[in-house]
């Protein structure tokens, strides 16, 4: 019987070592040459407070009440580079004729991000209620993106003497079977401290942000909402919120029957398409749920008040003049 040679048999370990080497070197290198963090512009030309909420920690908001009238607060969607930039339009186009607030989510944007808390459902909806209670001081008028409606509806349900009403734009929570979502046990792969902020950065590269935003646009990508994307995804600790999300652990499976059958502030639901959302429950909701209502706004894929901003206020204005009274 032939012997296999020495050279050959220990070819696959010389392999295994080599590329063990060049993946060290390469996270070596990258943490020689990594760009340092990247200033961070304000999303929204309004000034900007902060405040102090438990458990969430410093949270930050732009407002501008120079006109009198009920007040509106605008929230923003979850994703890897979140922001108020999102609601930017809506910003601009009602701080002409009422008090508006934007809240940075914890997490995101100026609010204070960082590992010493978990980003849970809980912990955003705490977040809004306790900017409208000591912010706001007032009921509000609600508008709120994607993911965060199932955090804003969660407040109102808990907290209905600070909701006006809700408006949702292209919400999450209405998929017609379950979600297959990661689970929590995927965090601490995606944080490991060894390859954790290397991963979020290939993430949160212009291209991949540009990539990610398209395919919400009918249209080109403003790209002055990329470059303020990869700006605040390039702040300490920018990752952590994110890795919560990428692990499913910001989504409730069962907050239609849970929390939005439950909710008696008026509702208004704007949707078209989303290519991360499904709308095939919103019919049953709508047949259960008196509160709710919905209106489309088309063709749009979920950032509808960013290309048809006038058709989405029209929208929002006759919800507020004939419906959330």
């Not at 993946?23 to 929204?44: H, R």
């Not at 907050?255 to 989303?274: F, G, H, S």
């Amino acid at each position: 019987m032939k012997r296999k040679s020495r050279k050959s048999s220990t070819r696959p370990l010389k392999l295994a070592g080599l590329l063990t080497g060049t993946a060290v070197g390469g996270w070596l290198l990258y943490q020689s040459l990594k760009p340092d963090t990247v200033p961070l512009p304000e999303a929204i030309e309004a000034q900007r407070s902060s405040f102090s909420a438990e458990p969430a920690g410093q949270l930050s908001y732009y407002v501008d009440k120079q006109q009198p009238g009920r007040p509106l607060l605008l929230i923003h969607s979850i994703n890897a580079a979140a922001s108020s930039y999102e609601i930017k339009p809506l910003f601009n186009h009602y701080r002409i004729s009422r008090p508006v607030y934007a809240l940075d989510l914890p997490g995101y944007g100026f609010s204070e991000r960082g590992e010493q808390r978990p980003y849970l459902p809980k912990l955003y909806s705490q977040a809004i209620i306790d900017m409208l209670e000591t912010q706001v001081g007032e009921p509000a008028d609600v508008i709120v993106m994607s993911l965060s409606c199932e955090f804003a509806a969660r407040a109102a349900v808990n907290r209905p003497d600070l909701f006006t009403s809700l408006t949702f734009i292209s919400p999450a929570g209405f998929n017609a079977g379950p979600v297959d979502l990661p689970g929590e046990s995927i965090f601490p792969v995606l944080n490991f401290p060894l390859w954790g902020q290397p991963l979020f950065e290939l993430l949160t590269v212009r291209p991949s942000i540009r990539y990610f935003l398209q395919k919400n646009f009918v249209g080109a990508v403003p790209e002055p909402m990329v470059e303020y994307a990869y700006a605040t995804a390039h702040q300490p600790a920018a990752r952590i919120a994110p890795f919560y999300f990428l692990s499913g652990q910001m989504f409730s499976p069962d907050i239609r029957p849970a929390v939005y059958e439950k909710l008696t502030v008026p509702t208004l639901v704007i949707y078209d398409q989303d290519p991360n959302l499904s709308f095939d429950k919103l019919p049953d909701l709508l047949a259960v749920n008196s509160a709710w209502q919905a209106e489309r706004v088309a063709p749009s894929l979920g950032l509808p008040h960013w290309e048809m901003l006038a058709e989405t206020t029209a929208a929002i204005d006759r919800f507020w003049q004939n419906g959330s009274n």
